[in-house]
């Protein structure tokens, strides 16, 4: 977007409740683990003056190059490294930095990435099949679509996209293989399907689940997510919280299931007698249902309209099991 948001171009999606999640605070640290174009990591450097410290973490250079400029009146509170965020752990430790104070995850492909063309994200405009966060990761999407079984293609398409039509689809594709580009997939998926799916009460490209089922899978996103949620929490100071921005329901449901589970002082089954899990409750929920932007922002920026915020705060009391001791 071109209109001017606290000094920024980009527009963060969910930017002020972000901020009001977060509550950034001078002298605390926190961790922006997508870092993006860094509308998010500014919000909360200026809100956390004159001393808040960041660390921004992101797979793409791209992003980070756009970052650090943006971020550079913040001098050295602002630390960039261009790494997964399920490295969250070992990245603090090579800081130093025992626990921080808040940390967010906005998760899925930025808007920078999607309208990069030759990143392959997209089918509004033709370009290799790619879909890589990272550039120098091994795996593409046109691996999956030119060399996955038809059964694999077609399970990987309903796991990850929940899409309706997988099999028509994965047979239309190994039929028309190889396939090199987003056009030529996007005609394909729309040949085998024939219809716009409907979906947040909208019609929707007939290509947009295949398309967002191999982008998970080229990035392995839901398995990064499960891998970072307990080392978030591991890394959250006592009052720290975690807020985390899904963009669909397979996301969203892993955060919001991992967010209930760690609330709970007992797993054990509802009528089993006595606890035997021994579990602590290491979160609380400050959301139980997620925020959803404003109609506002929505009109200002379409692709916000899916977006969820859920926000936990690490419990204040830690018992020594808890906290590692």
């Known amino acids: 977007m071109s209109e001017s948001f606290d000094g920024l171009s980009h527009r963060p999606v969910l930017y002020h409740q972000i901020i009001h999640a977060l509550r950034p605070s001078p002298a605390c640290l926190y961790v922006d683990g997508t870092l993006g174009a860094a509308g998010h990591a500014w919000g ?3 809100a956390s003056s004159p001393d808040g410290r ?3 973490l992101d797979l793409d250079p791209q992003a980070l190059e756009i970052a650090r400029t943006r971020l550079q009146p913040f001098g050295d509170r602002a630390v960039l490294r261009q790494a997964s965020y399920t490295s969250l752990l070992e990245q603090l430790q090579a800081l130093g930095w025992e626990q921080v104070n808040g940390i967010l ?4 492909v930025s808007s920078m990435q999607f309208d990069t063309p030759q990143r392959g994200f997209s089918f509004q405009a033709d370009a290799p099949l790619d ?3 990272d550039p120098q990761a091994p795996l593409r999407a046109s ?5 996955l079984p038809e059964q694999e293609l077609a399970q ?6 929940e899409e309706a039509r997988a099999r028509q689809i994965a047979q239309a594709i190994v039929r028309a293989r190889p396939v090199h580009t987003t056009a030529q997939l996007a005609d394909i998926v729309v040949s085998a399907s024939g219809k716009r799916h409907k979906g947040a009460g909208r019609s929707i490209h007939p290509a947009t689940l295949t398309f967002q089922a191999l982008r998970i899978a080229v990035n392995r996103e839901l398995e ?3 891998t970072v949620l307990p080392q978030a929490t591991a890394a959250l100071a006592p009052g720290g919280r975690l807020a985390v921005i899904s963009f669909h329901s397979l996301e969203d449901r892993i955060v919001k299931q991992f967010f209930r589970r760690e609330s709970q002082d007992c797993l054990c089954p509802p009528r089993q007698p006595v606890c035997t899990c021994g579990h602590k409750a290491t979160l609380i929920e400050i959301t139980r249902r997620p925020l959803m932007p404003q109609p506002d922002e929505i009109a200002q920026n379409p692709r916000s309209r899916s977006a969820r915020l859920r926000v936990a705060e690490r419990v204040t009391k830690l018992t020594s099991s808890q906290d590692g001791k």
């Open 224 to 226: 990064a997510l499960e």
């Open 131 to 133: 879909m890589r966060f």
């Open 44 to 46: 909360v450097l200026q």
């Open 156 to 161: 990987l398409l309903y796991r990850y996209g």
């Open 54 to 56: 960041l660390l921004g």
């Open 143 to 147: 691996d999956l679509v030119n060399n």
């Open 105 to 108: 995850l906005d998760l899925g």
